[in-house]
């Protein structure tokens, strides 16, 4: 790849070029851009503009965020939450406590809800379904997503059928080697892979994603995750930086900073015009205009944390994550003035994928 290359090709030449591109190729594509200079790199972000304005105009997505359970039988080696963490504080939300988040976000116009946990067992299918199905009835106009980690082919039934709309499963990584670096040999890349594909032939808007700048990551094994996102065609792809928690093996690495998940933003918005891709709370945790430089990159859905404020700290994925202010629920006037400052559109709509679409038109 070189800078000359860029200059008078259209960002669907550009798409066509992502989508074919191989492994090498990829690579190199994003080592390029991770070393560009600025002007570059707002070339590309011109182009991530224009491909979400043609799918989505400049519409921004709201989801309201419940972190249920902070309880998780996995051992996900750079995640504040895992099993062998003795020092994180671990709750759980009753069924009353989560409809009554769901209900301050819906007063306020919410009509997304994600409902996310650690891979906590005590909610049983029938638990979920039961819950699903107040959810439905209460807010029949909302969307219900689960983020709820690997479930049996049958459970991601019964919980679709139950009424939830979408679910959201990050790959964390599709290289074999670096998702082993990551996790324990219990863990699996096929068993999440396999997952992702079920979620997707079951009837899921499915979303899939990875940390960036994660330990052993490389320009290779994104490559390999743009592979993986091709093949898969989600609907949403969640990418935010890594960032250490100090009671994890990672503890020692340092704070990132949001530059290369702005630039693997806008590259998967070319790539995939058609997704729905968020700005994450890890990129504000990583860069304090974080919400509005993904924005400014490609990003088109917000999710700010309703969850009890009593328990977010609890809910420590990683240090610094922001509990408070920017990106929660409790500022709502302000996410509507500063997203319509950008010279874009809040949308609180249930803002379904154009994913299905896209994939139609090729
Ligand atoms: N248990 C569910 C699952 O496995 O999909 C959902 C909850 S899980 C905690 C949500 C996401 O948090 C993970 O997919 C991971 O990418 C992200 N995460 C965990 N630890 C992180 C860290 N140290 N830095 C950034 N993101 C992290």
């Known amino acids: 790849m070189r800078s000359d290359m860029l200059f008078g090709i259209t960002e669907e030449a550009f798409s066509s070029f ?43 997505f709201f989801r309201a965020l419940i972190e249920f359970s902070s309880w998780c039988k996995n051992d996900c080696y750079y995640c504040g939450l895992q099993r062998s963490n003795q020092n994180a504080v671990r709750y759980r939300l009753s069924d009353d406590e989560i409809i009554s988040c769901c209900r301050t976000a819906y007063e306020r116009g919410i009509r997304t809800f994600v409902l996310q946990s650690g891979e906590d067992p005590s909610y049983s299918d029938f638990r979920l379904c039961r819950l699903i199905t107040e959810i439905k009835e209460q807010f029949p106009d909302s969307a219900v997503t689960l983020s709820v980690g690997e479930r049996s082919p049958d459970s991601y039934q019964r919980l679709f059928d139950a009424g939830a709309d979408r679910y959201l499963l990050r790959h964390e990584s ?19 892979k396999r997952c992702l ?19 052993d990551q490389t320009n290779e094994t994104l490559a390999d995750d743009f592979i993986f996102l091709r093949e ?46 968020p700005a994450t709370t890890a990129l504000a945790a990583a860069d304090d205009r974080g ?44 996410w509507v003035h500063w997203v319509e400052s950008l010279g874009l559109q809040p949308d609180f709509s249930r803002g379904d994928s154009k994913m299905k679409q896209m994939d139609g038109e090729r």
């Open 18 to 60: 992502l989508l074919q591109a191989n492994r090498r190729t990829l690579a190199e594509t994003i080592r390029f851009f991770f070393e560009a200079d600025d002007q570059t790199i707002e070339e590309l972000r011109a182009w991530a503009g224009k491909a979400r304005d043609k799918m989505y105009g400049k519409r921004v």
């Open 174 to 192: 599709a290289n074999e080697d670096h998702y082993r670096k990551l996790h324990p040999p219990t863990q699996r890349l096929c068993d999440r």
């Open 197 to 215: 594909f079920h979620l997707k032939e079951i009837g899921y808007e499915v979303g899939t994603g990875f940390m960036v700048d994660s330990p």
């Open 232 to 277: 898969l065609k989600p609907d949403m792809i969640g990418i935010g930086p890594f960032i250490p928690h100090h009671d994890t093996r990672f503890a020692g690495y340092e704070f990132p900073s949001a530059k290369h998940t702005l630039i693997l933003l806008s590259l998967i918005r070319v790539m995939l015009p058609g997704v729905l891709l």
């Open 291 to 334: 919400f509005e430089k993904g924005l400014m990159a490609g990003a088109n859905v917000l999710m700010p944390n309703a969850s009890p404020l009593k328990h977010r700290d609890a809910y420590a994925l990683y240090d610094h994550k922001p509990n408070e202010g920017k990106g929660t629920i409790e500022q709502w006037h302000q």
